[in-house]
């Protein structure tokens, strides 16, 4: 399992969201975001970069136990609720502008955070 990020974006809202499905790219961008080791708030524009992913899937529970391919079920994210690492790969909730809420499973991905 990869090192945790330094900073978090639990409950933050997003201000630009780019995806890139033929590129396996996902970009979503802050106004601020947490540094966890002084627990400081960093008031800078700051990205979530999930990239070069083996599979990309998402899953909406309030409508159905199963995962689907990325590109069936994302929609334009407007709060990021949390990041986890797993076994297999990451793990975000986000809530989406529609108002939905996805779990985001990334197998094997590059993930970065961008001052």
Known sequence: ????LAYSFDD???SKF??????????IHFTHCWEIAT????????QLLIHHWADARCQEP?????????DAGMGI????????WTAE???????TIDERYL??????????VVL
């Open 1 to 4: 399992m990869p090192p945790a």
């Open 12 to 14: 933050a809202v997003a």
């Open 18 to 27: 780019y995806y890139d499905l033929d590129g396996k790219r996902l970009e």
């Open 39 to 46: 627990g400081r708030r960093h008031d800078e524009p700051c």
């Open 62 to 70: 309030n409508v159905s136990p199963h995962f689907v391919p990325l």
């Open 77 to 84: 994210v407007s709060l990021l609720l949390s990041f986890a």
């Open 89 to 95: 790969g990451a793990e975000v909730w986000i809530n």
């Open 103 to 112: 779990l985001l499973r990334f197998t094997n991905p590059s993930v970065e």
